[in-house]
């Protein structure tokens, strides 16, 4: 996985928070960066999840039907990668 792909993922998930505003309207914000493995998860998901859309379009071209199964894990990954992101923002 290159360098970038991870850094534009940990940029997309580093959480930012304001802690405190002053009187003379100045903001701090607190950045908290993903863990490199949380950062890993999301891009394997990714991965999958292009894999699998890719799989089921050659299915459609191939055979002309749609195949439930293949769509079941398309939003299996979905939810994963939905969920992982959710919880992680609202912890």
Same mark, same amino acid.
């Given at each position: =996985?290159?360098?970038? $792909?991870? %850094?534009?993922? !940990? !940029?997309?998930?580093?959480?930012?928070? #304001?802690?405190?505003?002053?009187?003379?309207?100045? #903001?701090? *914000?607190? @950045? @908290?960066?993903?863990?490199? !493995?949380?950062?890993?998860? /999301?891009?394997?998901?990714?991965? $999958?999840?292009? %894999?699998? *859309?890719?799989? @089921?379009?050659?299915?459609?071209?191939?055979? %002309?039907?749609?195949? @439930? *199964?293949?769509?079941? +894990? /398309? =939003?299996?990954?979905? +939810?994963? *990668?939905? +969920?992982?992101?959710? +919880?992680?923002?609202?912890?």
């Amino acid at each position: =996985m290159s360098e970038w $792909f991870r %850094g534009l993922l !940990r !940029r997309a998930l580093t959480k930012r928070r #304001v802690i405190d505003v002053s009187p003379v309207r100045k #903001v701090r *914000i607190r @950045e @908290e960066a993903p863990a490199d !493995r949380f950062v890993l998860i /999301i891009a394997l998901m990714i991965i $999958f999840f292009a %894999g699998l *859309i890719a799989l @089921e379009v050659v299915h459609m071209l191939l055979l %002309g039907s749609w195949n @439930e *199964i293949v769509f079941n +894990g /398309i =939003m299996l990954v979905v +939810g994963t *990668i939905v +969920g992982a992101v959710w +919880g992680r923002q609202n912890s």
